[in-house]
């Protein structure tokens, strides 16, 4: 339901049922000066919008890697927002998130898992 980056934050607001806690998390995102990206539920449950990543390339130039599917059921607002803060990175893994339900940062997290 959440992805934070330098910046900004995309959450769906809507996944957190209680009122006072919701304003809470908006504080806190503003408060840290991100700015708040809303995601709808459907963008978060059914496209993978929330399972994005922010990463650094080499020039330090902030990244946000997310599925296909994820870029593609954003608005056009939505991408704006982001664009402000990070270059959208974005590639096809249907097969990913049909038979395994993961997405883009789930399969970048397993790379940086220390062995235990």
Do not use: Y
């Amino acid at each position: 339901m959440l992805c934070i980056g330098d910046g900004f934050a995309v959450i769906c607001l809507d996944s957190i049922i209680d009122e006072e806690e919701r304003k809470q998390v908006m504080n806190s995102l503003e408060k840290s000066w991100h700015n708040i990206i809303d995601i709808t539920l459907d963008q978060m449950s059914k496209h993978f919008a929330w399972n994005m990543l922010a990463l650094r390339n080499n020039d330090w130039e902030q990244l946000l890697v997310m599925s296909e599917e994820a870029h593609g059921c954003l608005s056009k607002s939505q991408i704006e927002l982001i664009s402000e803060s990070a270059k959208i990175v974005s590639a096809p893994i249907p097969t990913i998130e049909e038979i395994w339900w993961w997405s883009a940062r789930c399969m970048i997290l397993e790379n940086f898992l220390q062995k235990s």
